[in-house]
């Protein structure tokens, strides 16, 4: 009897495995979600969503606690307005406060590169299901995220690399695991991103962009995208030479037309409807659908008492957008005329505030990548001699309405850098890259000197607790 | 009523004795006699007395004489009577005279002797599992509140955790331990279910700790508690915590009987653990901790607080001294009543209850009431037997919406109502202007249409088809469906000053939750039995067992109400802001075929086995079968024939098991990963999905190897009573979630590790001094005990984290170390407080002293896990009269006593304004008492958990005393009522303890009493 059962067993057991396959009705099980070329291309457009939360590219990472280490507002000394901010601008990173918000960029960063992983765990083992080129889109799409995504942490986490390439940084996940991955060297890293980046960068070869230019790619990590990503990545990483061929590679895309300078007569010609943010330029940005709120959150003047985030007003006229040859900053830049906005005794940032085209996609645009950085990163990375980058420099400042400047210095480079990406979140990044003083203010003596202090953020307590 | 039914009855007896006159014309003979009770020869009411095969029958009359016409030729009459054995005699149309006089035993005895595992039943003399079994009366003899209570005390290895938080709350599941815990830890956090709680199974069908509390005692036939692993391997998987097997009462053969049983009791919050301050204590406190000081140097600051000191001190010399942990308490009343028609012949047998329960709690706005009904049916033929229980429960909870803390918080140099005689809203108020907050009177919050209320719906049916196909072998089929909705509702007034920030339109708030469960099982097994040889007794059970259970929660919030008195949803002005509708849904199913053997020697030497293979849809695609085995063998020394002529030896069995029962109580969809909707936002490609949850499908599930050497004494002529237990578990692999560094990308994780070890022994020792029972006397004296030990062993690193944030934590003891004792408490040794400078002294691990706390120097400060726990108790029958006391002691734990560490010196800034135990007063540090326990008053500084909080918890606890008494026939017959019997009980009486903790923070704990009747017609 005892066989009776056990062969009764076996033969039930099959269908018993059937019976026992439930599926979650309040959630989405991975083997039907990843189960069609619909399903990956949501799980990568979620990627892309999250992106724009509060925690990354949402404020924290573009314009609000990254742009506020670089440096870039005038931040009050009144609590009861500007709260938290004020110990930011002083750099002090071990406040509960700034604790928690610095471990929440951090787990949301990972969050997603986790999404990224489980997306290309599967993919491969999936890939007849994809149409026409569709696999290795997505596949380059999700590895250039992934590369992103840890860039960003790196250079918010880790040490000044070009003074402590060695130091231990961050983990780089490549694939899901239970145990946790250990720090790695900050060239480690940088040879993982550089690594994902490259590979990317083959699968997207037939990205249609390089055919219709940007058309909706520019909200995705294009083909052009992740080659201005490895000219910042190899300028962060010292490799100048690299650099400047990937920064070459997006110009001559632009000299083809395919990311065209933004047209005259749409930020000078109708003053009141201008395309602030020049949507033509960007090589990748997120879709943000309430991106109005970046202004209204934090830049509009009507929040006040509240604070609100602007350039110190001596820096701007005197420095930035002024000061002559000195800073090669002049009124008359497309930038100034455009971004900031008179209201009262104050200009005001007017970057991301909505055009009056309510349905248009250049209205949920937040920049992640600008053909503008790949001009000045050709400048830069040329040669050693700074020099040798004035042509590249006068390119852009033809485009933006003033004149050219004589010789480039490294002084007028990160003016033209403050001018060209403020309120993107790259700002703290290039002093740190430089080593450089954060330019806080128009007295010098007032700039936070280049110190580990200031440039490198202590690692999360989620991580080192746990 | 009572006429009514006595002429339905004396209508169905004419009936039966008037069918078969009607139909023969056969010769018939009159058979007459007498029953009586084995026990003490009264003669026993209401038998049925039935012609085996027709219809034919009467039952006995009040003096126990029946009459019966049956026709002149050989047949078997049939004697049966509830809780009697049945009795069958053969007539053989020579033997009319055997007929004058039967006998008839009470079947208690058999009920003790056979283990009821739900699956299979066996005799005890030939199980090799550890196991024991209660009855209905033992039950009833300890306690009327709910079964679980009761085996608390009957049995060493059944552990009801003290609730400090929750306290008697009648409407907290308790948390239900046997043997100790196996130990996942982080679990009960994640997922919300106890992994260490038992499986239980009602009638041979797996059930909820809810249905077992809410069901009526009365209904219960018996409890069997399933220790080791030959005995709960047959519930493989789901086994490795133990099982508790509960029976119904079967409906009884016999003429119609009804009975009622209710049970009357009363109860009174325990507040005696609080100590806290009286009006006077209280402002010293807080003078001597500086709340009346300004520290700014605002000479305006400080008149204002000499002025507030000032009030509060005349205040206090009018008398004001108010005492609020009186406010929300009352007695609590409960009566809970039982009615139950019985009877049926042969072929149809049935059973009709309804029950009705009311248990107000000890705090105000606190009940449960349940409604229960149930119809049994019993039919065979010939080879069949159907049997059907259908139940359906409705149950009412009501939740005060202030706990109990909020009083303990309140100052008692406040009012309770203003000059008017009206309840204030606030007992403190601070001036325009002045930074200070508010402090809310608690009594208005009460005082407000808020509720916390449940409403509950069950539906249970469970049938089985028995076919006895020859006498050896039997199979049979089952299937039980049972549906669960709850309906949860929380209302609070928009007066509440919770609200007071609030605007006028977000005022108040009302939250629905909806829970519906469906759960079925099905089980087809084949039984086989049969004696070989007069000496090879072989048993054995095959099945297929299947199951799925589906949960649905919906839920959803609003706010906005202007009225405090109309409360109804449709008031609302909207959903609170940012808010979406919850819902989660759950579906688990499992499949498992199982074998179970046993075979028996002469009597003399046992083997059991039992092989189980679960499938789970919680288990992963890579591990989702598992296999669960136990072997166990026993010797029956008594049937040795060295002993089977011996008198004093009535039973001697020594017997070992070992086998791998796991644990699957896990949330449905951990196998596998599950995505989500990013719903916050779209983008020009559409929508977005997101992983919800990650999941891990190759995750090995935790079992548990089990050994069990146990012995089962019984001598003296059935005077002494002695069950041994020794085990050792071992489990392994443990499974623990643990939080995980945020790159993980998740923030925890479920994992392997290491595993736990754990050894224990249990004892039952019973001894009868006295036992006549020809007299009807019998005095028992009980004693049972309890230890165990565990450990960590082969976890390494893993647990760092928990170790780390343990370290951290403002209160928290426990560590995971290899070799360390899951239950015990890590500390900083403390040398006391240094009298010149009234500083904490430690001792360092190398045993140095320092004034400077290094949490490094933490070393095992002791154990809350008593040496040894257990009951010592004594029961007297006397005729008909009995009396028993139960007493709990536990002996050699430790306790981390979070009262004096929290409520006497951590004190903070803003605890301060809560009332305190008046030990934050007293032994503190000063000047002028240097050699004091505490450290001085000071609200900044921080006490760290050291030894010095770490107290002996030694305690012997009054936990049931009753006296009953069952009232001689003689006396009741009269009043036409079979039997009739009273017990007073009494449950946790007194305590007794070595360290003053407070206990029942949001709810007190309470003393019962509770006078239960029982009536038979």
Redesign the interface.
Known sequence: ??YA?AL??LL??AG??Q????K????????E?LSTEE?Y??????????L?TDMLYGASMSVEMIEIMGGAYAVGTDNSVWGNYRDLSEYEYGTLYWRARM?ET??KA??????C??LLTNIDADRDLFSEDNYRIVKGEALALRAMLHFDMLRLFGPVYSRNPQQLA??Y?KA???T??SLLPASQVAGEITHDLLEARILLANDPVRENGGD?RN?RLNYFAVAGLLARTSLYFGDKESAFRYAREVIGAVEDGIFPFVDRALVTGSPDDPDRIFSSEVIFAL????RNSLFKDYYDPSRIPNYVFRMDNDLMSNIVFGGGAMTGGNRDDYRYRVNWVATGANRYFYKYSDMADVGN?RN?MIPMLRIGEMYLIAAESQSDDIAAGTAYVNVLRSNRGVNNIQELTENILRYEYIRELYGEGQLFFMYKRMFAPVMFSSQASKNPQPSDRIFVVPL?D??T?? | MKPDLNRIIVLIAMLFLLLPSASGQEKTVVLKGRVIDSYDGYPLIGVSVIVEGTRNGTSTDVDGNYELRIPDRKCEVTFSYVGYDEEVKLYTMKNASAFSKIVMYMNSTELDDVIVTGVYERKKESFTGASATFKADQLKSVGNNNVLQSLKTLDPSFKMMESTQFGSNPNMMPDIEIRGKTSVVGLKEEYGTDPNQPLFILDGFETTIETIMNLNMNRVASVTILKDAASTAIYGSKASNGVVVIETKAPARGRLQLSYKGDFGLSLADLSDYNLMNAREKLEFETLAGVYKDNSGNPFNQLRLDNLRNERLKEIERGVDTYWLSEPVRTGLTHKHNLYAEGGEDKIRYGIGLSYGDVDGVMKGSDRQTVEGNVDLIYRTGKFQFSNKLTIDYLNTANPTVSFAEYAYANPYYRKRGTDGKVDRYLYYPEEGIDDFPVSNPLWNASLNSWDRTGSFGFTNNFIFEWFMTEELRMRAKFGLSRTDDDEQTRLSPLHTQFDDMGETEKGLYTNTQINQMVYEGDVAVTFGKLFAEKHMVNAVGGFNFSSSHQEVYGYAANGFTDDQFDAPSFANGYPSGEKPQYSESLKRAVSFYVNGGYVYDDRYLMDFNYRLDGASMFGTGNRFRNTWSVGAGWNIHKEHFLRDNDFFNFMKIRGSVGNPGNQNFSAYQAFSTYKFNGWMTNVFGTGVILSALGNAGLAWQETVNYDVGADLTFWGERINITFDYYWKDTDPLLAVITTPGSMGVTSVAMNAGSQKTHGWETTFRISPVYIPSERINWNISFNAASSRSRYADIGNSFSALNESGKTSLAGTTRYYDGGSPTAIWAVRSAGIDPATGQELFIKKDGSYSFTYDVNDEVVVGDTQPKVEGIFGTTLYLKGFSAGCYFRYRWGGQVFNTSLFQKVENIGTEEVYNNQDKRALYDRWSESNREAYFKGISMVQKTEKSSRFVMDDNALIGESFNIGYEFPDRLIRRMRISALNLQLTMTDVFRATSVRVERGIDYPFARSVTMAVGITF
């Open positions: 009897m005892t059962i009764a067993a039930m057991t018993c495995a019976w026992l396959d439930v979650p009705y309040d959630k989405i099980a991975e083997d979600l399903g291309m949501k799980l990568l457009n979620g990627i892309y969503i999250e724009n471990n951090w787990n990972y969050s997603l590169i986790l999404n992983n489980m961050i983990p996940y899901y695991s239970v946790p991955n909706y909200l879709s943000h659908s309430q996609i949920t999360p989620s991580e607790e746990n």
